[in-house]
């Protein structure tokens, strides 16, 4: 039975990082009773454990919840959660364009910050209904009246009526739900045109294959239809759709316009059902697919390494279950000289790297080495063929090469007026070109730069909120290819070429780089036996060198009354240390010294 | 008794009794009490008697096994069963035994069987030994020597330590030269690690250490000094007088079997080692020792050997495995050889001095194949 479309309210929840957006979730999932109060763990939508800990959303999730409103009727109230980070913009934006509204949740004693600001700007741009809520009230520090004016000044938002609430205590969250079925309006929704309905997530289920969540705009959707995505033209016969429940998913006989859903149809891979793609019907189609779509390509490669060579196949397989997963995540095999069989993978960001790592570590148990991270870069040869390279190590003999061009992107920088300066300053050292910048208020503004796509891939935001007290925020697309002065950077140990650290950078960049990459595994690589040379080269010419010094003294004098386990079980221990070590030719480098390396920043 | 109790092993006694804790020392001992040193000393008999083996070389350590008086030594080795050039050492301390009123009897000792004496001396700069928490002076260490010698025990060593506070080259060629002079026949020289526990280790922070580079220059000072002085270097931190090797040490860095009998004591006995708990009461009351895993493997024996300037004898480990050396440890030796770490000959495998100062990297190293 469907409901009246009246009664159906779409939303997400917008905040800042740290603002208290998983809490509310929470909150409004308990106040519903949309799960029993022993079922609760603390922040049940982010579902990855890499997600609490971090306290950022990875994936979009999705909830319909019953809510009985002081009016007496029922409403039902979809919340759909949106990732939290740049790397993940554009699936955010297709999870906004699956609402109608968005709770902002400001905190009471932090006020509007970055996101808050790119986020509501975000929402407004999908001409979504802004619902402000006054978060963490229960803090000592808390000055609600404060951050109300503050956001009304700043936002332009109504804030007489927003909701001071605490999340985690519980105070008020019913006037939030008051809140959103009165000012978030119901989807404008006709069930008899031709269907159309926007995928905003999707995730891989080993029983049902791949879980298809959509935003039905237009139409019905039931079992037993054939469903096409407009993008890709695949086409599948339905197996099931319902909605999503906190707990279990509950299967409905149809999905019809205006509602929030999934589909199954034994789809195999997330792939076939990309994020922000259309679904219609074979047999009823509709003309054109919604606005918005753009398949999302890889930027940002790295090599990734077992650290056990025999790790080799349980690492192809946990990139496999994870593609699955991760439309995103692309991967093929690749050999280093230093480091073995391995694979080059590619990513969204280095947020995304950062968590495929973390998440092939943890939860396949994976002990990796990763390269530096690349883009992909145009050569073009002195014979006229151009060829695209995202691995160092194919670089062409400089000899052969005409000129390289590298990806630039559009980058717009949002922040608190005081940081101008330190913003633009990043912005030059990054080889960024200035475009404009607009006040968005008297003291905020939007920074507008050209900035290449490597030397945003390695630290830029981590720079970026170091630099403004995390008050910044930043989005980005790529925008084109430029012609540059490139060259590969060549690290030898002992006289050997170490492949797995060689990289691509712009030439005025190479000779301070390439000091700090002496320096840094100078610092990294423990005194060995001998005297190790660290050498930084362009082509056959050293640029930068270091010594790591011969170790002075290491040895076990006494023999402790005969004990010889002690002895045997120190030089176990020792042993365990030379396992975690990456063997070239003949030096030792720990895994840490490459993390250095790919981790050099500014503060280096 | 079975074949194997016939062969001669060695014996370690270990003596738990210290009137005093070194700020350095992690080894097992406490404070002497009457009662309870006669019980220590009736259990260590009583176990000597059960076991009922042959000794070609018997250690008293501790502790400070001169503490528990000649008397008691006396008694102990009445129940020791010896061969006929059996080594039997006693360590001592200086100032109990060389003290201008200690009684120590070394006649006593002597005639029941000691004939080698390990001296703690550490350092012959009485400000080092104070740093130490060493009682009382150099001149100790004279009288206790002179005095052994005068009991006829000849064969004499000396404790040096590398690496102490305020040491620096200069001193340390003191401490040599005393060694040098006293005509010792034996110096253990090493170096001092900082153990959990010890009270060094709690004032960490406020010990002038030599560093590393500088503690490996006077390790190698050491040893270019003592073979001047005519103490050879037979293994990492031992120096002997031609034919004056410890005996019962050696047992250690060649695989061969010693029981060690006492609290804290370690053995390695039919293949097995095992060790007593860190407690008098638990020794007193007979608790049996605890088994600390199979011994004697070709790791265990290639990583003792290497500590030896004997080296890891290729026939020597053909007679006892059956095999040759793994080809992956020669070539590894060759590598390291380049870097002037080791030594390879068609006969043996040995580390040199600097390869010595590395010698948990270069074994480790050299083990990798395991």
């Known amino acids: ?124 741009d999908h001409n979504l209904e802004i619902v402000p809520v006054i978060n963490k009230i229960d803090l000592p520090s808390a000055e609600p009246d404060r951050v109300a004016a503050e956001v009304e000044e700043v936002i332009g938002l109504d804030c007489s009526e927003a909701p001071r609430v605490s999340a985690k205590t519980g105070i008020n969250i019913e006037q939030v739900l008051e809140s959103i079925v009165k000012n978030i309006p119901s989807p404008e929704a006709n069930d008899n045109l031709p269907p159309r309905a926007l995928i905003f997530d999707s995730v891989y289920d080993s029983y049902k294959g791949v879980i298809v969540y959509v ?45 929030v859903g999934y589909i199954t149809a034994s789809i195999k891979t997330v792939g076939d059902a990309r994020v922000g793609d259309t679904v219609t019907i074979v047999e009823n189609p509709a003309k054109e697919p919604l606005p918005g779509y753009r398949k999302v390509n890889p930027m940002v490669f790295c090599g990734v390494y077992p650290a056990d ?105 949002y922040s608190p007026a005081e940081y101008v300066g330190a ?125 790591v010094k011969a170790m002075r003294k290491d040895v076990l004098a006494k023999c402790y009354g005969g004990d010889i386990t002690r002895k045997k079980k120190l030089l176990e221990k020792q042993k365990e240390g030379k396992k975690r070590m990456r063997h070239f030719g003949t030096v030792e480098v720990p895994q840490e010294a490459f993390m250095a390396v790919l981790k050099l920043d500014d503060n280096d | 008794m079975t074949m194997i109790n016939s062969n001669p092993i060695g014996l370690y006694l270990h003596i738990p009794f210290c009137n005093g804790k070194c700020p350095y020392c992690d080894f097992y001992s406490v404070a002497p009490q009457k009662g309870v040193t006669d019980s220590y ?37 009445s129940h020791v069963q010896t061969t006929e050039n059996c080594e039997i050492t006693l360590e001592c301390n200086p100032s109990d035994t060389g003290g201008i009123n200690s009684v120590f009897d070394f006649v006593k000792v002597a005639e029941s069987g000691v004939n080698r004496i390990s001296l703690g001396l550490q350092s012959a700069v009485d400000t080092e030994r104070k740093a130490l928490g060493r009682r009382g002076g150099c001149d100790d260490v004279e009288r206790a020597i002179a005095r052994a010698r005068a009991a006829g025990i000849t064969n004499i060593s000396l404790d040096l330590m590398l690496g102490i506070p305020n040491q620096t080259k200069e ?90 009998i006492g609290a804290a004591a370690h053995s390695f006995a039919n293949g097995k080692r095992f060790y007593y708990e860190r407690s008098i009461a638990d020794f007193i009351a007979e608790t049996p020792p605890i088994d600390d895993g199979a011994g004697g493997d070709e790791e265990e024996f290639i990583m003792l050997a290497l500590r030896l300037t004997e080296g890891l004898n290729f026939a020597r480990f053909e007679s006892l495995f059956g095999k040759s050396v793994p080809d992956g440890i020669v070539e590894k030796a060759k590598f390291l050889r380049d870097h002037g770490l080791v030594t390879v000959d068609s006969e043996k495998i040995s580390l040199t001095k600097q390869g010595f100062l590395l010698s948990n990297s270069v074994i480790c190293s050299l083990l990798e194949i395991y």
């Open chain 1, 1 to 124: 039975m469907a409901v009246s479309k009246d009664k159906i309210r779409n939303f997400c929840i917008i905040a800042h990082i740290d603002h208290g957006k998983s809490t509310l979730a929470d909150r409004l999932l308990e106040k519903t009773k949309s799960v029993a109060l022993r079922e609760m763990t603390a922040q049940l939508l982010d579902k990855m454990d890499l997600e609490r800990e971090r306290g950022i959303t990875i994936k979009a999730h999705a909830v319909k919840l019953n809510y009985l409103a002081e009016d007496g009727e029922e409403y039902i109230l979809n919340l759909i959660d949106t990732p939290g980070h740049v790397d993940f913009n554009y699936e955010v934006s297709r999870s906004l364009a699956a609402c109608e509204g968005a709770v902002l949740i400001v905190d009471a004693s932090q006020g509007v910050e970055a996101q808050t600001l790119a986020n509501t700007y975000l929402a407004l």
């Open chain 1, 215 to 259: 935003r039905v705009k237009e139409g019905k959707i039931k079992p037993g239809d054939t469903m096409r995505m407009m993008a890709t033209g695949a086409e599948f016969t339905i197996v099931e759709t319902g909605y999503m429940r906190a707990t279990v998913p509950e299967p409905c006989s149809e999905l019809t316009a205006g509602e």
């Open chain 1, 309 to 413: 060579g025999a790790d080799y196949e349980n690492l192809r397989d946990a990139l496999e279950k994870l593609q699955l997963n991760d439309a995103a995540l692309t991967y093929e095999p690749e050999t280093s000289g230093a480091l073995g069989f391995g694979f080059r993978c590619g990513f969204l960001g280095l947020l995304h790297l950062e968590i495929i790592q973390e998440r092939l570590e943890r939860e396949y148990d994976l002990d990796l080495v990763t390269t530096i991270p690349s883009v992909i870069y145009k050569i073009y040869l002195n014979d006229g063929t151009m060829i695209e390279i995202d691995n160092p190590t194919h670089y062409p003999d400089p000899a052969h090469i005409n000129y390289c061009e590298e990806p630039f992107t559009d980058a717009h920088i």
């Open chain 1, 423 to 547: 913003i633009m300053d990043l912005c030059q050292e990054r080889r960024g070109i200035f475009k404009n910048m607009d006040y968005i208020t008297p003291d905020r503004v939007d920074i507008h730069y050209e900035l290449p796509l490597n030397e945003i891939i390695y630290d830029f935001f981590d720079s970026l909120k170091s630099r403004t007290r995390g008050y910044a925020s930043f989005d980005y697309e790529i925008s084109d290819y430029r012609r540059s002065n490139l060259v590969k950077l060549d690290v030898l140990l002992n006289g050997d070429l170490i492949d797995a650290l060689s990289f691509i950078i712009h030439n005025d960049k190479a000779r301070s780089k390439s000091r700090k990459i002496a320096e840094k595994l100078k610092d990294n690589i423990p005194r060995q036996m001998f005297e190790i040379p660290i050498q930084v080269a362009i082509g056959g010419k050293v640029i930068a060198r270091e010594t």
């Open chain 2, 41 to 77: 000393v009736a259990a260590l008999c009583k176990k000597i008697d059960e076991e009922n083996r042959i000794y070609d070389t018997v250690y008293f350590g501790g502790g400070t096994p001169s503490l528990i008086g000649a008397d008691n030594i006396s008694l102990i080795l």
């Open chain 2, 171 to 260: 001193s340390l060629l003191e401490s040599v030269e005393f060694c040098r002079k006293s005509g010792a026949t034996h110096v253990s020289a090493y170096i001092l690690k900082i153990e959990e526990g010890t009270f060094f280790h709690k004032k960490r922070d406020t010990l002038t250490l030599p560093d590393d580079d500088e503690t490996g220059e006077l390790y190698l000072e050491a040893a270019r000094a003592l073979e001047e002085s005519g103490f050879i270097q037979y293994e990492i931190s031992n120096f002997a007088k031609e034919g004056y090797e410890s005996r019962h040490n050696l047992k250690y860095w060649r695989c061969e079997e010693y029981l060690g």
